[in-house]
C-alpha cells in the first residue's frame, strides 16, 4: 500500500518526482473520453521506467496464443487492448540538451488531475547538465466534446538563460504493446504526411485490419501571441513530426498549443478517414484551447450534477468515491453497443480484453441508476449481438443444441482465455450475463426487453448448464464438476456453490421468461422458440428436474454453504493470522500452495448471497458472512466491495467502512501493489455500490425502490442521486436525517426504513435517521 496522492475533494494530486512511483502515477493520472484514452506519460522525453500507452476505443489485436501446453479448446488468439498512434510528444531541446526529467535534476514537480474541469497538469522545474533551469507548465485533456479529439498546452520559461529551443510536436506510431506475446509490432504503416498545417499519419493494424488516421496541428505563442513560424515537416518510418526552434530569452513564456485528432475506421469509412480526421482537426483548432477547456468544464459539470457522491467530514473517501466516478466516466459513455467496460479502461494493457462478467455484476447497476436507460440496454445488447459466438464456443468445447458459453474475456465475442481453469472451468460468467437481463428488468420494469432480445440469450444460457451438470449416482443427485468459482484461487473444483446455485437460478429464471413472454408476446414467443428450435416439453421438464435434484454442498454443523466439496479438507487458517510479508499472496505464494490454502481471493459464496439476498435469512447471511470474509484476502478488486455490501446490510459499519475505503482507494493507495499495470475501472462501480448498495441500503423488490441509509461515524453526512422509472431522486444523509428530493415530474412511492412513503413530484421528504441493520 502507498500513500503518497495528497487529499482533495476535486482533485487527485502528486508532489515530487519519483521515479519509482511514475508508473502508477501514469495509471492514476490517465485521461480519457470513452472513444480514446491514454496513460499519463509525458509529452517530452522521457528515458526512465514507463508503460506507454495511448488506446482507441474498439481497436484491438488477435496476438497468436502462448502457453505452454496447447489443450484442445483453447482461443487461437488473445486480444490486446492495444497501444496506438502516441500523439501527445512534444520533444524539448534546450540550448543542444534534451530535456528529460530521467537524466535532470528535478528541482519540483507536482501532477494534478482535476475532476471538474477533466484535465491533467503538469509542473516542474528541472536543471539541465548545461546549468539551464527551466519550469514548465503542461495541461492536456481528451475532450468529452469532441471526443476524438484531444489537446495540449504546453509553458516553457526559462529562468536563467536566454537561448534555443528546438520544440518537436510528433505522430508516433512505431509503438509496441509491452504485452506483446511475441514481441511483434502490431501496426503498420499506410500513409505519413504533412497537408497544410497539419501532419497526419494513418495506421493499419496487422490482422483486424483497423485503420486510424491521426492529425495534429502545433502553434508557438511567445508572450501570449502567435508567432508567424511554420513548422518544419519530418518525417520517418510510422512517424511523422512538425519542428519549430525558437529564441527565448529568461523568464518570457513559450507556449505550445497542441491539436491532435485520433479516427478510427470503426465509426468512418477507410476511404474518408483522413478527410474526416481532418475536418475535425480544423474544427477544434478553429475553436482553439481555450474554447475547447470551456466546454470541457461545462461537459464535466453536467456529468457531476447528473451523478456526483457528495461526502462530507472525510476527504479521502470523497476524493475517492469522486476519482472512480471519473475514471468510470472517461472509459465509458454508453452510446455505441459495440464498445464495453474494459477491466482496465484506458490506463493499460493488462487483461486483454475489454469484457469480462464484471460488466454485467458489477458495472450494469450503476448504470441502470445513474445513466439513460439505453446505455444499460447497450451493454445488454452487446451480449446479445455475441449470441451466435457463444454457441460457437460451447461447441468447441462439445456442447451442442444451441448452448451458449459466453468468453471469459472478449472484445468482439469470441473467447479470449486461454488458461484452462479459467477458460472451460470459470463458467459462472454465464450466470452473471442472466443476472443482468434480470436486473435490468428488475431495475426499469421493462420486460418487453425479453421478448426483443434477452429470452433468446437466457434459452442458450439454461441449455449450456443442462449439459454442464450430470447425474451422480452415489449422491442421487445432479452435480457440477471441474469448476473455478469467483474465487480464482481454487481451480478444478467440484460443487461450486455459487455456480451450481446461480445455475439453477438460471434455468429457473428462464422457465418464468418463457411465462412471462408467453403472457405478454404469444406470437413473438412462437418466433423465439422457432427460431432456438426449443422443444417446450423436453427441455423445460430436464430443466425441472435438475432444479428440484441440484447438489448444494452445505455444513450442517457451521450452518453454512460450501465454497466447494472440499472446502472444509482445507487447513482453516485466518488472514489475521497470514504474516504481513505474505501478502500479496499472488505475488509471494507459489501458485500451488496458493490452490491448496484456504484462503478466497474474492467474495464466491458471498456473492451469491449478494446477488440472491432475498432468499436467505440474516442469521444465514451473517453465519456465512463470518466464515468466509476472515478468510479473504481481497486480492481481487472485486471483492472489497461486495464485502462492504454485506456488511453494512449486517449492520457492521465499522467493518463496511473499512471495505469502502479498500475499494475507492484501491489504485489511488496501490492496495494490491498492482495499480502500475492499469486502473481496476470495473471495479470502480462496485465503489459506486457500497456507498448506494451499501450505506444508502439500496434495492428493488417487487417493483419499488427501497432505501435503508445508515452513516458511517466519520461521515458527517452523505448525498447521492439515482433515477428511477423516470424519477430522479437525491438521497442526503446525515446523523439526524434523511432527506429526499424528487427533481423531477414523477411522483414515486417507496419503501424507507421497511415504510412506504410518497414523494410527491419535484417534492421532498425527511424522516429521521436509524441506525439497525435490515
Ligand atoms: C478476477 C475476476 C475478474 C478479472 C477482471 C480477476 O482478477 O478474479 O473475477 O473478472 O480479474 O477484472
Known sequence: MKNYIKYNEWQIIEEGFDPHLNKISESIFSLGNGRMGQRANFEEQYT???????????????????????????????????????????????????????????????????????????????????????????????????????????????????????????????????????????????????????????????????????????????????????????????????????????????????????????????????????????????????????????????????????????????????????????????????????????????YGGSTYWDTEAYCLPFYLATAPQQVSENLLIYRYNHLEKAIENAEKLGFKDGAALYPMVTINGEECHNEWEITFEEIHRNGAIAFAIFNYIRYTGEQKYLAEYGLEVLIGIARFWAQRINWSIEKEKYVMLGITGPNEYENNVNNNWYTSTIATWCLKYTIEAIDLVKADNPQELNQILAKTKFDTVKEITHWQDIITKMFYPEDEKLGIFLQQDGYLDKEQVLVKDLPAVDRPLNQKWSWDRILRSCFIKQADVLQGIYFFEEDYDIETIRRNYDFYEPRTVHESSLSPCVHAIIAAKLGDLDRAYEFYLRTSRLDLDDYNNDTEDGLHITSMAGTWLSVVEGFGGMRIKNNQLHLHPVLPKKWKSYAFKIGFRQAIITVKVDEQKVSLKNESEKALTLNIFGEDHTLQANGVLELNSQIIAH
Open 48 to 350: 526512465g521506467e514507463t508503460l506507454q500507452g495511448n488506446y482507441v476505443a474498439g481497436v484491438y489485436y488477435p496476438d497468436k496464443t502462448r502457453v505452454g501446453w496447447w489443450k484442445n479448446g483453447y482461443p487461437e488468439y488473445f486480444a490486446k487492448v492495444l497501444n496506438a498512434t502516441n500523439w501527445i510528444g512534444i520533444n524539448i531541446v534546450v540550448n543542444d540538451e534534451v530535456l528529460d526529467l530521467n537524466t535532470c535534476k528535478v528541482l519540483d514537480f507536482s501532477r494534478v488531475l482535476d475532476m471538474q474541469l477533466g484535465t491533467l497538469t503538469r509542473r516542474f522545474s528541472v536543471e539541465l547538465k548545461n546549468g539551464n533551469v527551466l519550469d514548465v507548465e503542461t495541461i492536456r485533456f481528451c475532450s468529452l466534446v469532441d471526443d476524438e479529439a484531444g489537446a495540449i498546452k504546453y509553458t516553457i520559461t526559462p529562468h536563467n538563460f536566454d537561448g534555443k529551443i528546438s520544440i518537436e510536436s510528433s505522430l508516433d506510431g512505431d509503438v509496441k504493446n509491452q504485452d506483446s506475446n511475441y514481441d511483434e509490432k502490431f501496426w503498420t504503416e499506410i500513409s505519413a504526411k504533412q497537408q497544410d498545417d497539419f501532419a497526419l499519419l494513418t495506421m493499419e493494424t496487422k490482422k483486424t485490419a483497423f485503420w486510424v488516421s491521426s492529425g495534429i496541428y502545433t502553434a508557438i505563442h511567445q508572450d501570449g501571441i502567435a508567432l508567424n513560424v511554420k513548422p518544419k515537416f519530418s518525417t520517418k518510418e510510422k512517424y511523422v513530426a512538425q519542428q519549430f526552434t525558437v529564441d527565448v530569452k529568461k523568464d518570457q513564456a513559450t507556449t505550445i498549443y497542441k491539436y491532435a485528432v485520433n479516427l478510427s475506421s470503426e465509426n468512418h469509412d477507410k476511404t474518408e478517414l483522413e478527410n474526416a480526421a481532418v475536418e475535425v482537426l480544423k474544427t477544434v483548432v478553429a475553436k482553439g484551447f481555450d474554447q475547447m477547456l470551456k466546454e470541457q468544464a461545462a461537459a464535466w459539470t453536467t456529468k457531476w450534477q447528473n451523478g456526483d457522491v457528495i461526502i462530507e467530514g472525510d476527504v479521502a473517501a470523497q476524493q475517492a468515491i469522486r476519482f472512480n466516478i471519473f475514471q468510470l466516466h472517461q472509459t465509458y459513455t454508453g452510446e455505441d453497443a459495440r464498445l464495453n467496460i474494459g477491466p482496465k479502461g484506458f490506463t493499460g494493457e493488462k
